[in-house]
Each structure stands twice: as structure tokens, then as C-alpha cells.
């Protein structure tokens, strides 16, 4: 590492390359080389100036604090594990400073949600969030949604739903995580869409849809397993239940995430 961190020393990264220096590395420019890296384009070049900006004392740190409300989930979920990881206080306070807003946001509370999901309590937060959709559905009498619920469902409740379970999963879990994979299934025009994304995501196994007592509730699950929204379907005693329906109501959820940026 250089003497001078405004300097470039034997390990430095090259200003605005696209080459990932050791994340112990200081980058040419010093903090403003970090700054200007964080508006590269290439999210792993971002997520690697992320890292390097806690070389960089308080200024680093404010960056790190500052990428929890980017609007890219992969630098968000970066700037959570590096802030999780780390024993200083500020950081510390931000993470709880950041679900204070999440939670705020909503028009329920989703206190119980956040603290299912920080305990690991995958089955149980999956629940939660069946219940408290239901509830600002209006729709708790009923069991299930419609169509027309969720074209009228609240985008900031949809939002505060999805950044919690995006980050207490590490990005593995949330809508937003499975409404990419849709996104880029439906990019190939394939009939099959559903069938595809119910394999990729874990909700079909050997060519049939699984019931909800054979999901996987842990963090072995596939990527974008959960939350099963549709478990409202398949848990539900109404008439609710049959899948044609319930694709119908998936693809009108996946338009409803699209029309709300998720």
C-alpha cells in the first residue's frame, strides 16, 4: 500500500479501470478515485470500489451509508453486508436508521416481518408476509387476492416487503430477486414461461408443481424461492386454490412489480 494514499503504490487500481484491485488495495485518486469507480457502469466494479471506501476512514464510510439507499439492490445488499460485518457504531446505527425508513413507508406494520426475517425464520416470515399483504389488500376476509387488488396494491407497501427480505437474505429472497429472473425467461418468448420459472425458482420439481408443505424454507432454497406468495393459494380452505387461477394472479403480480420498479 502506498505511504501516500493519494499516490499509487504496487497494489493500486487503475483510475476508472475495470480490473478489481485487493479490496485492502488504495485506489489511484484516493477517495475521489473510489467515488468515481462508484459510478462505473460495471455493478462488480462499483461493488469493489464499495469495499475499498473503508480503507478510507469516515469518507469511506459515509459512501458505504450512502450506497444503502442506491438504487441498485446489488450495491444496497453490499453496502448491508459490509456495514453488518463492521464494528463501527455510525454503520451501525445507519442499518438501523435504514429499516426505521423501510418500515415507516408501508401502510401496515411490518415490524413483526423484519424481526421473522433477522432471526432466519424463513416458514414463519413467509406466512407473515401472506398476512400482512392479505391485510392491506383489504382482502383478509376472502384469504386470496384478485386480480383487481393487486393492480390497486400500494407500490410503497410492495416496496418495504421486498427490500426486507432482499436484505436479510443476502439478495437471495425477495420479489424483486424473482421478478428479475421472470423478466429475463420472458426476454426468450418461451411459451412455457411459467412452467420454466416455477423450475428455476424451485416451485416445480420432476415436471409438477409442489405443494406448500414441500417447499424449502432455509437458505439451501434456490435463489428467488421466497416469499411464495402464491402459498396463500395453496394454503387457502376458499376457492381459491385452483392453479389456473393462480397463474393468472402470478402474471398480474409480475406486472403489478414491473409498474412499480421492482
Request: net charge negative.
Amino acid at each position: 500500500m502506498a505511504n501516500n494514499p493519494q499516490q499509487p503504490g504496487e497494489y493500486d487500481a487503475v483510475l476508472g479501470g475495470q480490473n478489481q484491485a485487493p479490496e485492502s488495495a488504495v485506489v489511484l485518486g484516493g477517495i475521489q478515485g473510489v467515488k468515481l469507480r462508484l459510478s462505473n457502469p460495471n455493478p462488480e466494479v462499483r461493488i469493489a470500489a464499495l469495499r475499498q471506501a473503508l480503507n478510507y476512514g469516515e469518507q469511506g464510510l459515509d459512501l458505504v451509508i450512502q450506497a444503502l439507499n442506491d438504487e441498485s439492490l446489488e450495491l444496497q445488499n453490499a453496502a448491508y453486508s459490509l456495514l453488518k460485518q463492521g464494528t463501527q457504531i455510525r454503520g451501525q446505527n445507519a442499518l438501523i436508521e435504514s429499516d426505521i425508513e423501510i418500515l415507516k413507508r408501508g401502510s401496515t406494520d411490518y415490524t413483526r416481518l423484519r424481526s421473522l426475517l433477522v432471526a432466519g425464520k424463513w416458514e414463519e416470515a413467509d406466512k407473515e408476509t401472506d398476512r400482512v399483504i392479505l391485510q392491506v389488500a383489504k382482502r383478509e376476509q376472502q384469504g386470496c387476492l384478485n386480480v383487481e387488488s393487486i393492480d390497486n396494491f400500494p407500490c410503497e407497501d410492495l416496496r418495504s416487503i421486498d427490500k426486507l427480505w432482499v436484505k436479510y437474505s443476502n439478495g437471495r429472497f425477495g420479489f424483486s430477486v424473482q421478478n428479475r429472473i421472470y423478466q429475463s425467461l420472458r426476454k426468450k418468448d418461451d411459451q412455457n414461461i411459467w412452467e420454466v420459472f416455477g423450475d428455476k425458482v424451485g416451485w416445480r420439481r420432476e415436471e409438477r408443481w409442489l405443494y406448500y408443505t414441500e417447499f424449502t424454507f432455509d437458505e439451501t432454497a434456490p435463489e428467488a424461492h421466497l416469499p411464495m406468495i402464491i402459498g396463500i393459494y395453496l394454503g387457502s380452505t376458499s376457492n381459491c386454490g385452483e392453479w389456473l387461477s393462480i397463474l393468472k394472479i402470478v402474471s398480474s403480480l409480475a406486472s403489478r412489480f414491473e409498474n412499480c420498479y421492482i
